[in-house]
């Protein structure tokens, strides 16, 4: 996957080190997403902003532990940029691990971490197979967007399913248009309008080369 030189914006799997950062380039990317503001409903932001900082941390941890991929865009040694997946392989949605939902609960309460379950749930009875996986976060840092940068991190993560042969594919849910036209711009295909909770959107999916 890591076929450039250091001299040019590449992708590559994370360490330990870099979660770090990755959480503070997926916490900025998301701090306006509709559907967290509902999840994690309060009337508080700074205690909305505790919650998914929480959020976004155990997710990482979890996705860390479990050996999902965990891909970085870098230029040079500066990570830019971060696409996480989670593969058929962890059990998701209403077959979350008990000690995930009990940090989610700590970190965020109990409906909030019913609304993760959901909404994890709700895309994977959507998908079609159970051996797809989905791209949990994807993010840039703020000044690295409008660059080009959005479509060759989506385009490394393809890269990667096309080369993992147990994967039909990956599924994301996407409630803002302009992603959602990158992302079909970049190969994904309309599956089905969805609304999680009352956050309109719709699930896009990628068909891995292996199964076109």
């Known amino acids: 996957m890591d076929e450039q030189t250091n001299d040019q914006p590449r992708a590559v799997y994370l360490t330990a080190e870099d979660l770090r950062v990755a959480a503070s380039i997926i916490y900025n990317a998301y701090h306006d997403d509709p559907f967290f503001i509902e999840a994690l409903a309060t009337a508080n932001k700074a205690n909305y902003e505790q919650k998914l900082r929480a959020a976004i941390r155990e997710e990482l941890t979890e996705l860390w532990q479990q050996e999902q991929p965990l ?65 949990q976060f994807i993010a840039l840092s703020p000044n690295e967007q409008r660059k080009g940068n959005g479509a060759k991190l989506i385009q490394a993560v393809l890269s990667w399913c096309d080369e993992q042969l147990e994967l039909d594919g990956i599924g994301v849910f996407v409630n803002n248009d302009k992603h959602a036209a990158l992302f079909i711009g970049e190969g994904f295909g309309q599956l089905s309008d969805q609304t999680i909770g009352s956050v309109d959107g719709e699930i896009l999916i990628y068909q891995s080369k292996s199964e076109q």
């Open 71 to 135: 891909i970085g865009w870098f230029e040079g040694k500066r990570l830019i940029g971060v696409a996480c997946v989670i593969t058929h392989q962890v059990p998701l949605g209403e077959s979350r691990y008990w000690h995930w939902r009990l940090k989610m609960v700590l970190g965020t309460g109990w409906s909030s971490t019913q609304a993760f379950i959901k909404k994890e749930h709700t895309i994977l009875e959507s998908l079609p197979s159970k051996q797809y996986g989905i791209l």
